[in-house]
């Protein structure tokens, strides 16, 4: 056999190994994009939530949900079904008079704007004050959120309780929260 004869048998292997490593990594590519991940349902439980700053423990006949660090509670035994949000923020690092002073923008860029200060609010013996925000554009599916900030010694303590005001629910319902709402120490 001639060297231009073996010379041209290597150019159709490697000619051949080429093809077979692009249909290979064709069959790869189709494999992983029609790969589809498992579906885990977990159902919601009756826990106590930690985060970095506050531990909530959900009062008898309320349904928890986890999402990421925003809890959705649902009240189902008094017979209402009432939309709240527990979110930790520890992204927010604020005092009161800095967040008084101007706007911030959270939550998917939704921009807060202050509409009043309410002093004097207690929960679990710890005196805070609380800046009452409700958003420019509505967060949830076109309804309007009204969101309390809760501060100890003018810092902020990067929590919000938000709620659906369609749903009828007033600022005294937050007192419910406050029964089992214990910040960190």
Wanted: hydrophobic fraction near 40%.
């Amino acid at each position: 056999m001639s060297l231009l004869a073996l010379s041209n048998r290597g150019e159709d292997m490697r000619f051949k190994l080429f093809i077979y490593v692009l249909i290979v990594m064709a069959m790869l590519s189709t494999f992983c994009k029609e790969k589809v991940p498992p579906v885990v349902e977990v159902a919601p439980e009756e826990v106590v939530i930690k985060s970095d700053l506050f531990t909530f423990n959900p009062p008898d006949g309320w349904r928890v949900e986890q999402g990421d660090d925003v809890w959705d509670m649902y009240a189902e035994s008094p017979g209402r079904k009432v939309n709240v949000i527990v979110a930790s923020i520890p992204h927010i690092h604020m005092t009161l008079s800095e967040m008084v002073k101007k706007d911030i923008d959270f939550m998917m860029g939704d921009s807060y704007e202050m509409l009043e200060k309410t002093e004097g609010i207690k929960y679990e013996g710890v005196n805070s004050s609380a800046v009452r925000y409700i958003s420019h554009k509505p967060p949830l599916e076109g309804r309007y959120v009204e969101s309390y900030y809760f501060f100890k010694d003018d810092e902020i303590l990067n929590v919000v309780v938000s709620f659906d005001s369609e749903t009828g629910v007033t600022p005294e319902d937050v007192t419910v929260f406050f029964d089992n709402f214990t910040p960190f120490p």
